[in-house]
């Protein structure tokens, strides 16, 4: 009993004191027209004294002009929803519980433009505000204030309480006119074409994530003796580091915000894996392989935008690519001469031809300026360029003719639209 | 820990399943709904609500004239309806369709793709019967439509409205949809809007079947006014 009665008084004194019932985002218009629209015969505010506390409240405000709704209040079906808001204001309600239905008032609503109405009336001695403004019918912001008899006191807390945030500057006729005849942010098409040029570091390795490492472990575990040996040379991981940091650099574009295509560029130095214990190894300096790729992708994507300053596009790929590895050796100083083996050692592939694919997404800031994140799998293989001869079996086996990684990339993107 | 895993795969495909099929929300409280009228009540619509989709097939059973089915119908089903609610309200006061009809009809929104159309008296007027009092509570009956095997998606899901009807009417059960809305008469208000349908296995169809039918629709509707309580 104590604790209904708790409760009950808790209710009574929360449904006098100020309350914001709710309060929408809405365009607070600088050196506005504000319209001090009541059904009562004095209203609860001073359109004067409101302008200063408006002024007071928000700095931003500039000099608003304060006046009463005298149009609304003349019209009976205006007047009607003036009484009825004030019967139906209260704390339970959303904002569209409180929608004008009557179409007329509608749109009376609908031809405020860039004025600000703030509706206000009286009820068992509490002070009911809503402000309206042209692009809802139903009150963008309303709460209940404590009934006084001091008018700027009231003022101020219901500038306080709706008029904050940062205002506007009013558009001139012309410009209102243009904006009307733009289309909605909402139902903007994507456009034509969207480029994107982006300078991404990354890192790659031979092991793909949630695979065996059974499957790559005498690739990365081999070591090269006497400058071409290993136990077999299927893959280029047996010669030299798989796991290195990489630069890249893409440049793309999607069409219609679906399909795609972009050029890459990709560079990773690979360090040759000397057998440590082979002393032949003495007379070296450095033994490693520049790797330069190049390729093209095909691309398909799909963008979202949550918030009006960002975008998310997700997007797949898949594409070929060459890869050239250029050799970089050295002999320490004290060895002019070369062994026999370094000059009979391991020679790669001219190029290398290969497939990629993978996925990631551009994150888009402001239209501009973006991060992009991929991952993917990309291989290495025998670059064909004529047809095999009838000999073909009786050839060697091509070095490296399958050579796999996986590959992460976070980029730095700059994106245009044509 | 197999029987809890088996009862959460069992949540999850139920789940599964019940997001699969469409399903409606069929009534709107309004948030400060918080007392359902109990001796006292208002009705309207009642000269207009009551439509009958096959008025052949009717006429047919009844032995009416199909001209006059309609309006024989209509009648009947509103003298039902009355006596039926009569029974649940101490007070019943009818109050002519004339007096909502020339306010604008609007649509109330249930759910995402349900809306229902109306007459609903404007915001600030209060309406007043015969006598000249104010009734604290009107129901008003948008539309009672008669028929067989009728689905209430197809007459309120604006997806589905253009539907073309199945070739073959099927006459299983007789069925009654009702759209209705209890107005708050002194905050001009909908405090309780609801589409019902009701089902009724159809054996020969006679004129206590459409009693007995309505007399259902009725008693539900009373209920739901109560249970739809905020």
Known sequence: ???????????????????????????????????????????????KEFCLSLKRNNTGIGEPKCRLAGEWERDSIAMRYANWLVANMDGNVKAEHLRARHPAMVAKIQSVEDRLVLFIGEREGSIFAATFDENNVEPVAAGVFTGTKDKIALGDKIASAFFDGSAKRRLSKEERAKRLTEPDESYKEIPGFQGWASVAIGYSQAKIPLTPNNWYSSHINSRVRGYRITKDSVSLWNFIDDSDPQIAVYLGGTWYGFIGAELMYRYAYHEVKTDPQDTIYRELSYWGFHQHEVGLNVILSKTYTPIKWFKATPFAFIGFQYSFFVEDIGLKDNHKKPSKAYDVRIKFEDSYKGALVGFGSHFVFLNHYGLGLRAGISSRGRNIEEDPSPEAAAEPTTIGSSTIDCFVNLGLEYHFSM | MVIRLHFAICIILMCILCGCSPSYQWHQSHPSYRKAPTDSIAVTGLDDAFVVTRSSWFAKRLEISKDSIQTFTSHFCAKTFLTELRKSYASVTVIPD???????EESQ???TRIFMKGHLPEQGIVVKDSAGKAPAYILIIHEFILGTDLQRENFFDYALLHNEAPEKKTSKNLTAIVSYTLWDNEKQRPLYSAVNQFDQPNMNLSLSDIERIVSTAVKQITQNLTSGVQ
């Open chain 1, 1 to 47: 009993m104590r604790h209904v009665i708790l409760a009950a008084l808790i209710f009574a004194c929360s449904a006098f004191a100020d309350n914001v019932f709710f309060h929408h985002h809405w365009t607070l218009w600088k050196d506005a027209e504000v319209l001090i629209w009541s059904a009562d015969k004095n209203p609860a505010i001073d359109p």
């Open chain 2, 109 to 111: 929104k249930l759910d």
């Open chain 2, 98 to 104: 004339a007096v909502i009809n020339h306010f604008p």
